[in-house]
């Protein structure tokens, strides 16, 4: 039973910084794909940024120079640092794991989502 935790969000002024959690299990695959997604009201899911077992990253535009993506695999723990927070940044943000990486920021290519957290940007 694969579970995903997300924590970290929270309300922040513009420009501010956030990390982001994703705590996992239930899963003993060595090779996967974990993923960043957020969605703010009224809009579709997008990715932000993936992270694959060997460590290959993968970044939208928009957050390319402001997030940086990370593992500790000891800690089963994907990290999304959050620079220069934009109010555009606003969404919840969910974490996504699969175990190919065919399509690392898009949605669809995954089966398994955390709960969310919120993040504020304001």
């Known amino acids: 039973h694969v579970q995903l935790v997300e924590s970290g969000g929270g309300s922040v002024q513009a420009g501010g910084s956030l990390r982001l959690s994703c705590a996992a299990s239930g899963y003993t695959y060595r090779q996967y794909c974990m993923g960043w997604f957020r969605q703010a009201p009224g809009k579709e899911r997008e990715g932000v940024a993936a992270?694959?077992?060997?460590?290959?990253?993968h970044y939208v535009d928009s957050v390319k120079g402001r997030f940086t993506i990370s593992q500790d695999h000891a800690k089963h723990t994907r990290y999304l640092q959050m620079d220069s927070l934009r109010p555009e940044d606003t969404a919840m943000y969910y974490c996504?794991?699969?175990?190919?990486?065919?399509?690392?920021?898009?949605?669809?290519?995954?089966?398994?989502w955390g709960q969310g957290t919120q993040v504020t940007v304001s």
């Open positions: 992270i694959e077992s060997d460590g290959k990253v």
């Open positions: 996504a794991v699969e175990w190919h990486c065919t399509a690392p920021t898009t949605a669809r290519a995954y089966n398994y």
